[in-house]
Nanobody, 115 residues
């Protein structure tokens, strides 16, 4: 059974930083493409950043230069370092694993940025 467990969310002031972690189990992590998505109230879930098994990264335009996605295959963990946070970054952040045409999701972690 695949499990993705996010942590690291919280309340931060605008301009602050947070680091999200997602620990994966029950999946071949090193060959999985991993990603972070977010969903704000009343909005659709959107892609924030992805990192492939080959460590190629992709970012939503509005987070480029502020967020960094990384992975540690030895720890089966993917990270999202978020700097210079803005109130519009407020959302529930979800970890995603993509492997062999299947998608798996974590339960989400709340990030709230106050102005």
């Amino acid at each position: 059974q695949v499990q993705l467990v996010e942590s690291g969310g919280g309340l931060v002031q605008a301009g602050g930083s947070l680091r999200l972690s997602c620990a994966a189990s029950g999946i071949s992590f090193s060959v999985s493409d991993m990603g972070w998505y977010r969903q704000a109230p009343g909005k659709q879930r959107e892609l924030v950043a992805t990192i492939t098994s080959a460590v190629r990264t992709n970012y939503k335009d509005s987070v480029k230069g502020r967020f960094t996605i990384s992975r540690d295959n030895a720890k089966n963990t993917v990270y999202l370092q978020m700097n210079s946070l803005k109130p519009e970054d407020t959302a529930v952040y979800y970890c995603n694993a993509h492997l062999f045409r299947s998608d798996y999701w974590g339960q989400g972690t709340q990030v709230t940025v106050s102005s």
